[in-house]
């Protein structure tokens, strides 16, 4: 059986090297190829024994996920959709701003969770993404990027795990991705510079903080437990005051001194001054230091099945500026890659329209019995 190298950190990598007989400083070489140079043929490893490389042929593969589609945005914005098999599809976006690249990299194919307002939530939960799976989306647009820009440097420097699914629902896939991302054989990114975003999955915060503490992006939408319950149904499970604790002990372990509260702005539902006055509440109530979270909202990105609007501009500015002036740094979400519906929510979407892209093709293919080799045709002419 052949493994994907994309499965492994650089401990696993190492693990299995030894398997094969091979010292540990090969699966450094090794890992460094993979990710600092973007390799996927062992041939291209040319400090490698052949005789390794022979090997590794017959037991490894440096396999991408096949890409469905990708759209460029005229603001630079690009996003791909990925073939994760059985009609699943998943996104990656990647986001170019003056002093920074931002990958956003998806966990789950659909998710759990069901937040009322988010179109991967309204889909329905198919599987975990497995750590290739998440590796992948960085490996294949951080050197695909890299060659169309003509350049060997870092092109992007930070990844959020906002995409579709929850990180922490899917957390034994999610750690070595983070490793990955981070090892300084690998991608290199600092703690700061990769976001892990939780709807609240309590205990995993607790784990994340003792296994690999990253930057902590937290989906609040709601001040208070009923309005949650709605809008974020694992709020029943962990309510504000112990997701707000939670936050607290993720603290003392962060590369950052403060947690970002992400809340997306719904017309008439939580974007009322009551909200924000029972925000400013909430925050207060909960400090142990001066500033230790940062409000971001998000405008909502609509879509038909959630009933929902997106407030408008004058709301999200009184409703910042309540927070503002009462000392919470606040900011305002710019919405990217609108034209090409890459901003945030509404992936699954383009995703559940494009599923049934692959499913035609699927049957096409299960009709026609073309070989293996010919999906990647298919995919582009998707
Ligand atoms: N499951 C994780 C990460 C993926 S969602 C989480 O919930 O945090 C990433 C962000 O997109 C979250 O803050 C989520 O609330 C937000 N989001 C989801 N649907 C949205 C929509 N339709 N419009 C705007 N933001 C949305
Ligand atoms: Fe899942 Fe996050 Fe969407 Fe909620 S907002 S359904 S947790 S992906």
């Known amino acids: 059986m052949t493994v994907n190298l994309l499965d492994f950190d650089l401990n696993g990598l190492a693990a299995f090297c030894e398997r094969l007989g091979e010292k540990r400083f090969r699966a450094t070489q090794l890992f460094r190829w993979i990710h600092q140079r973007g390799a996927s043929e062992f041939d291209q490893m040319s400090d490698l024994a052949k005789s390794l490389r022979e090997k590794l042929k017959t037991c490894a593969t440096i396999q991408a996920l096949p890409v469905i589609s990708e759209h460029q945005s005229s603001d630079g914005t690009v996003k791909w959709l990925f073939d994760v098999g059985a009609g699943n599809a998943v996104e990656a976006v990647y986001i170019p701003e003056d002093d920074r690249g931002t990958l956003c990299v998806s966990s789950q194919a659909g998710c759990a969770v069901g937040c009322r307002f988010c179109s991967t939530g309204h889909q329905g939960f198919s599987r975990n993404l497995t750590t290739a799976e998440i590796v992948a989306q960085l490996w294949f647009a951080e050197h695909t990027l890299r060659e169309r820009l003509k350049t060997t440097d870092r092109v992007i420097s930070n990844v959020v795990m906002m995409g579709m699914g929850e990180p922490l629902q ?33 205990p995993m915060m607790d784990r994340l903080a003792m296994d690999c503490p990253v930057a902590l992006a937290v989906s609040l939408h709601a001040p208070n437990d009923p309005l949650r319950d709605d809008l974020v149904p694992l709020n029943r499970k962990y309510p504000i005051d112990e997701l707000m604790e939670a936050c607290n002990r993720y603290l003392e372990h962060a590369p950052r001194d403060f947690i970002t509260f992400e809340y997306c702005m719904l017309d008439g539902v939580n974007d009322q001054p009551e909200h924000a006055r029972q925000l ?25 099945a959630s009933g929902l609007l997106r407030s408008g501009a004058p709301q999200v500015a009184a409703f910042a500026k309540l927070l503002s002036e009462a000392g919470i740094v606040t900011t305002v979400r710019k919405t990217r890659g609108d034209d090409i519906d890459a901003a945030c929510g509404q992936l699954a979407g383009e995703v559940q329209d494009r599923t049934r892209v692959v499913e035609r093709m699927a049957k096409r293919r299960t009709i026609a019995i073309q070989p293996a080799g010919s999906m990647a045709q298919s995919h582009k002419e998707a």
């Open 170 to 202: 899917n957390y034994s896939a999610l750690v070595p991705a983070l490793r990955v991302m981070l090892d300084d054989h690998g991608y290199g990114m600092s703690r700061r510079r990769v976001t892990v975003s939780t709807s609240g999955v309590v």
């Open 280 to 304: 400013v509440d909430l925050v207060r109530r909960h400090a142990r230091s001066g500033v230790w979270c940062k409000f971001n909202l998000i405008p909502f990105n609509p879509f038909p």
